[in-house]
């Protein structure tokens, strides 16, 4: 019974305060008011609890010996009922409870409740010092301090007095009622007329006497008594009031039931009455408190993982993010975040607040808040303040730390403009995000920077650098953002630009300011610039602008063009194969992702991996050459077991962001099928991740060697649930009609080829019976390299199903597929087209007297 005392635990913990000889003392928490502020704790008198603790010691040992004989006696005359009434006391005690934090606060108990009780048939007398024992020890237990404990056991003894003043001798009257035989109409007048009132008194009484005490307490152990009195519940003091009042009622009137039914009673029978009924109350109490208690902890656990989901917190509004969580997961609290010092309380509520969170010199506080109407704060909302302190701490700290790195990295030290690396990753951040593709690059050279350095030095030199950099954040808006890519020459990105004869006004201006004197510690300097610029096509996106900046192996898996790619493997096959060969067996294989879109739904449905491999200049090899050369090395089925472990592992990522993206697509190379690695690879997947669908796509070597050679094994790769079967580049001399007829399967995607030439009345009729015989047999069509407004004009027009292509989206690195995955989601996202023709890059009309150079290759 002793540990079920602890329940009471559902308000705030109150176990320190001045043990062994009043040295602890209990803090709450407060928060700075309008017009001061308050103390950040609520400690206790040590020197005046201790007096008083030894006051109530001796006021509780006092009435022990004064009521002692009656109860020697009685446990003499009737000892099993002695026993019987202390098992119940202490059980009645166990569910008692704090109305307020505060370390000497009164407590709810069954006090008034057995007073009652024990006084009708007149056995007060008897068990009152065992009663003064029993509420003693438990108040000790659960304070965990002999001097709490005495204050606390005098405070709820306190209303007894009163109790005893105010029924006076009308628990005779009552007590002759259950023994005499009085007509069912007197006993209701009675129990009406005589009984309701006093009831009503002592309870409004006993809350009076409680709220005495409390200030009175308050005040002699040095307790602030305003920012005591808004620890209370008053919605919890009602609700137990009413609840304590009901209670003696339906006890009391149950002996009388009895009396009705004309059964009757004894004192014996009375009182084990009182005892069973007063038990059962106690233990509907103590269940619904622990009940509650474990649901406050669940959702206390419950806010905690939310704070972890929404890791890691985002650049802005961090203390926002924290806030909203934890105002969502805890009922009743009101989260926010202030500075230190500057929290304003309001009436009524009652406040706890964490440690100091130093955000870059300036110092905040967590602050719970709660009404006096509901619930008190719990030890576990200490908890979660606590961790939510130290988890914002951490992450403002991190992101200060990630925020300074990163603009050390993408800053130029010597101008302040952002280097040719963030110049390139914001292109390619624009290519995943830009809906409209309304971007343009505005390339500024300085001319003769070089004889500039050799005539006045290279601190003159790099004074004008400072400058121009200077004079091109004065006049680029706010949508630009300005790079050094090369020792002379500038970049600024203009995204969402309004025309194009903005952009051209824009240059021109940039050109004046920048072809103006400079003052240096030289003197003047003359110099000049020459501007071009470079715009986004509609049909291939942002490509052409990759290009342009120096990205040609970018560019050429993007456009499907391979002349600046390396195709051309016997160029120097034994340094190329051998990377490639290292890079697959050191597991350094990197992936792009092409998504392959439902047009239907408009949405993405699935993911073709691309294997990505560098040579030793930086340059990526050709996918088809990785593939193929992997085949010959005999590393074809190590080359799919890396693709696929980085893809499932990526397509994991990118579910926790949208759950309904789970096909992920991979071309065969042949040589996997013979391998049993293959097979079980597939199998585990199937077993672990059963929601993922792996598409195979069968390209030329990998459909032969399928269709000669491996019919068990083609068999038993279609025999599983997670595998779907494809054709690649269907409509080439490989995928015959046999090919087609023989393999179970799920798609086949056509050759870019096929849509090519959309200006063929005989491709458009072909491909429209294609779709057709397709839909009938439930094959998917997938249309492969569709990069122009043309093509997907075609695709509408034919009601085709599924497309890929530069039009909808190129080939990106898991990281730029997040990008895209957290900004659109899965949604197409098609931009509207630019007019056809739109000039990749020229200089302004109206550049007069400036020399329109070509774009030089940059250094990297």
């Given at each position: 019974?002793?540990?079920?005392?602890?329940?009471?635990?559902?308000?705030?913990?109150?176990?320190?305060?001045?043990?062994?000889?009043?040295?602890?003392?209990?803090?709450?928490?407060?928060?700075?008011?309008?017009?001061?502020?308050?103390?950040?704790?609520?400690?206790?008198?040590?020197?005046?609890?201790?007096?008083?603790?030894?006051?109530?010691?001796?006021?509780?040992?006092?009435?022990?010996?004064?009521?002692?004989?009656?109860?020697?006696?009685?446990?003499?005359?009737?000892?099993?009922?002695?026993?019987?009434?202390?098992?119940?006391?202490?059980?009645?005690?166990?569910?008692?409870?704090?109305?307020?934090?505060?370390?000497?606060?009164?407590?709810?108990?069954?006090?008034?409740?057995?007073?009652?009780?024990?006084?009708?048939?007149?056995?007060?007398?008897?068990?009152?010092?065992?009663?003064?024992?029993?509420?003693?020890?438990?108040?000790?237990?659960?304070?965990?301090?002999?001097a709490i404990g005495s204050i606390r056991a005098c405070t709820?003894?306190?209303?007894?007095?009163?109790?005893?003043?105010?029924?006076?001798?009308?628990?005779?009257?009552?007590?002759?009622?259950?023994?005499?035989?009085?007509?069912?109409?007197?006993?209701?007048?009675?129990?009406?007329?005589?009984?309701?009132?006093?009831?009503?008194?002592?309870?409004?009484?006993?809350?009076?006497?409680?709220?005495?005490?409390?200030?009175?307490?308050?005040?002699?152990?040095?307790?602030?008594?305003?920012?005591?009195?808004?620890?209370?519940?008053?919605?919890?003091?009602?609700?137990?009031?009413?609840?304590?009042?009901?209670?003696?009622?339906?006890?009391?009137?149950?002996?009388?039931?009895?009396?009705?039914?004309?059964?009757?009673?004894?004192?014996?029978?009375?009182?084990?009455?009182?005892?069973?009924?007063?038990?059962?109350?106690?233990?509907?109490?103590?269940?619904?408190?622990?009940?509650?208690?474990?649901?406050?902890?669940?959702?206390?656990?419950?806010?905690?993982?939310?704070?972890?989901?929404?890791?890691p917190l985002p650049n802005d509004r961090q203390q926002d993010?924290?806030?909203?969580?934890?105002?969502?997961?805890?009922?009743?609290?009101?989260?926010?975040?202030?500075?230190?010092?500057?929290?304003?309380?309001?009436?009524?509520?009652?406040?706890?607040?964490?440690?100091?969170?130093?955000?870059?010199?300036?110092?905040?506080?967590?602050?719970?808040?709660?009404?006096?109407?509901?619930?008190?704060?719990?030890?576990?909302?200490?908890?979660?303040?606590?961790?939510?302190?130290?988890?914002?701490?951490?992450?403002?700290?991190?992101?200060?730390?990630?925020?300074?790195?990163?603009?050390?990295?993408?800053?130029?030290?010597?101008?302040?403009?952002?280097?040719?690396?963030?110049?390139?990753?914001?292109?390619?951040?624009?290519?995943?995000?830009?809906?409209?593709?309304?971007?343009?690059?505005?390339?500024?050279?300085?001319?003769?920077?070089?004889?500039?350095?050799?005539?006045?030095?290279?601190?003159?030199?790099?004074?004008?650098?400072?400058?121009?950099?200077?004079?091109?954040?004065?006049?680029?808006?706010?949508?630009?953002?300005?790079?050094?890519?090369?020792?002379?020459?500038?970049?600024?990105?203009?995204?969402?630009?309004?025309?194009?004869?903005?952009?051209?006004?824009?240059?021109?201006?940039?050109?004046?300011?920048?072809?103006?004197?400079?003052?240096?510690?030289?003197?003047?300097?003359?110099?000049?610039?020459?501007?071009?610029?470079?715009?986004?096509?509609?049909?291939?996106?942002?490509?052409?602008?990759?290009?342009?900046?120096?990205?040609?192996?970018?560019?050429?898996?993007?456009?499907?063009?391979?002349?600046?790619?390396?195709?051309?493997?016997?160029?120097?096959?034994?340094?190329?194969?051998?990377?490639?060969?290292?890079?697959?067996?050191?597991?350094?294989?990197?992936?792009?992702?092409?998504?392959?879109?439902?047009?239907?739904?408009?949405?993405?449905?699935?993911?073709?991996?691309?294997?990505?491999?560098?040579?030793?200049?930086?340059?990526?090899?050709?996918?088809?050459?990785?593939?193929?050369?992997?085949?010959?090395?005999?590393?074809?089925?190590?080359?799919?077991?890396?693709?696929?472990?980085?893809?499932?592992?990526?397509?994991?990522?990118?579910?926790?962001?949208?759950?309904?993206?789970?096909?992920?697509?991979?071309?065969?190379?042949?040589?996997?099928?013979?391998?049993?690695?293959?097979?079980?690879?597939?199998?585990?997947?199937?077993?672990?991740?059963?929601?993922?669908?792996?598409?195979?796509?069968?390209?030329?070597?990998?459909?032969?060697?399928?269709?000669?050679?491996?019919?068990?094994?083609?068999?038993?790769?279609?025999?599983?649930?997670?595998?779907?079967?494809?054709?690649?580049?269907?409509?080439?001399?490989?995928?015959?009609?046999?090919?087609?007829?023989?393999?179970?399967?799920?798609?086949?995607?056509?050759?870019?080829?096929?849509?090519?030439?959309?200006?063929?009345p005989r491709v458009v009729k072909l491909v429209k019976r294609?779709?057709?015989?397709?839909?009938?047999?439930?094959?998917?069509?997938?249309?492969?390299?569709?990069?122009?407004?043309?093509?997907?004009?075609?695709?509408?027009?034919?009601?085709?199903?599924?497309?890929?292509?530069?039009?909808?989206?190129?080939?990106?690195?898991?990281?730029?597929?997040?990008?895209?995955?957290?900004?659109?989601?899965?949604?197409?996202?098609?931009?509207?087209?630019?007019?056809?023709?739109?000039?990749?890059?020229?200089?302004?009309?109206?550049?007069?007297?400036?020399?329109?150079?070509?774009?030089?290759?940059?250094?990297?």
């Open positions: 019974m002793a540990a079920t005392q602890r329940e009471q635990q559902d308000t705030e913990s109150s176990d320190s305060a001045a043990q062994r000889g009043g040295s602890r003392q209990r803090r709450t928490a407060t928060v700075a008011s309008g017009s001061g502020a308050t103390p950040d704790t609520t400690p206790l008198a040590p020197t005046r609890t201790t007096i008083l603790a030894a006051v109530c010691l001796a006021i509780l040992a006092a009435l022990f010996a004064y009521y002692f004989p009656g109860l020697s006696g009685y446990a003499r005359q009737d000892t099993f009922s002695a026993i019987l009434e202390a098992a119940s006391f202490i059980i009645c005690m166990a569910y008692s409870t704090e109305l307020t934090s505060i370390a000497v606060a009164s407590r709810h108990t069954a006090i008034p409740l057995l007073t009652i009780m024990l006084i009708i048939p007149g056995e007060f007398n008897h068990v009152f010092s065992l009663l003064i024992l029993v509420t003693l020890i438990c108040s000790a237990i659960s304070a965990n301090s002999l709820a003894l306190a209303p007894i007095p009163l109790i005893l003043q105010i029924l006076g001798s009308q628990p005779q009257h009552l007590h002759r009622i259950f023994h005499l035989s009085i007509p069912r109409a007197d006993t209701l007048q009675y129990l009406l007329a005589e009984w309701l009132g006093p009831l009503v008194a002592v309870t409004m009484a006993v809350l009076l006497v409680r709220l005495i005490c409390d200030l009175a307490l308050f005040l002699f152990c040095g307790v602030p008594v305003r920012a005591s009195l808004r620890e209370y519940s008053i919605t919890r003091i009602a609700v137990l009031a009413v609840t304590d009042f009901i209670a003696i009622v339906v006890t009391i009137w149950l002996p009388a039931v009895m009396e009705f039914s004309n059964t009757r009673t004894s004192d014996n029978a009375i009182l084990l009455l009182f005892a069973v009924s007063l038990d059962v109350y106690a233990l509907i109490l103590m269940s619904f408190y622990a009940i509650r208690r474990i649901m406050r902890s669940e959702n206390s656990l419950r806010c905690l993982a939310a704070i972890g989901d929404c890791l993010v924290i806030a909203d969580v934890i105002t969502r997961s805890l009922p009743n609290i009101r989260c926010f975040i202030m500075p230190a010092g500057q929290v304003e309380t309001r009436p009524w509520h009652s406040y706890r607040q964490s440690q100091h969170i130093d955000n870059q010199g300036r110092q905040y506080v967590i602050v719970f808040e709660r009404s006096m109407l509901n619930r008190p704060f719990l030890p576990a909302d200490a908890e979660v303040l606590a961790s939510a302190a130290s988890i914002l701490n951490e992450e403002l700290r991190v992101h200060h730390e990630v925020n300074t790195l990163r603009s050390e990295s993408e800053t130029d030290p010597l101008t302040g403009a952002y280097t040719y690396q963030s110049f390139i990753a914001y292109l390619r951040s624009l290519q995943t995000e830009s809906a409209d593709n309304r971007v343009a690059v505005i390339y500024l050279d300085i001319d003769q920077l070089r004889r500039i350095n050799e005539r006045y030095g290279r601190l003159i030199g790099n004074t004008v650098l400072r400058a121009t950099a200077d004079r091109i954040r004065s006049i680029i808006p706010e949508n630009t953002s300005v790079s050094r890519i090369s020792g002379n020459e500038f970049a600024v990105v203009v995204n969402g630009y309004e025309s194009q004869e903005s952009v051209e006004n824009l240059a021109d201006r940039l050109r004046s300011a920048t072809s103006l004197p400079i003052q240096t510690d030289g003197g003047a300097i003359s110099v000049a610039s020459t501007i071009s610029m470079s715009f986004a096509s509609a049909g291939e996106r942002l490509t052409p602008l990759l290009s342009d900046a120096g990205l040609q192996d970018y560019a050429g898996i993007d456009s499907q063009d391979g002349t600046d790619t390396i195709k051309q493997a016997g160029k120097n096959p034994l340094t190329v194969s051998d990377i490639l060969k290292s890079a697959i067996k050191s597991n350094h294989v990197s992936l792009l992702y092409q998504p392959l879109f439902s047009l239907r739904h408009r949405t993405m449905s699935a993911l073709t991996m691309i294997p990505l491999i560098a040579d030793d200049t930086g340059r990526r090899l050709d996918p088809d050459f990785i593939v193929s050369e992997a085949r010959r090395l005999n590393l074809g089925c190590e080359l799919t077991l890396d693709m696929l472990a980085i893809g499932v592992h990526d397509l994991l990522e990118f579910r926790k962001i949208t759950p309904q993206l789970h096909v992920i697509t991979l071309t065969l190379n042949g040589s996997e099928l013979g391998d049993s690695r293959f097979y079980e690879h597939l199998e585990m997947l199937n077993a672990r991740h059963p929601d993922i669908t792996i598409c195979l796509e069968f390209g030329e070597t990998a459909l032969n060697t399928a269709k000669d050679e491996f019919d068990n094994e083609l068999e038993e790769l279609t025999s599983m649930s997670n595998v779907d079967i494809a054709i690649a580049r269907a409509g080439t001399t490989y995928s015959e009609i046999s090919a087609i007829a023989n393999i179970p399967l799920n798609t086949i995607k056509f050759d870019p080829t096929m849509i090519s030439d959309y200006r063929n294609a779709i057709q015989i397709a839909e009938d047999d439930g094959i998917h069509l997938v249309f492969d390299g569709v990069n122009t407004p043309e093509q997907t004009a075609l695709l509408n027009d034919i009601g085709a199903h599924n497309a890929q292509g530069n039009m909808y989206a190129s080939a990106m690195t898991a990281s730029e597929i997040r990008m895209r995955l957290e900004t659109m989601g899965l949604a197409l996202g098609t931009p509207e087209p630019m007019p056809v023709g739109t000039p990749a890059r020229h200089t302004p009309a109206n550049a007069t007297g400036v020399e329109a150079l070509s774009k030089p290759e940059f250094d990297r």
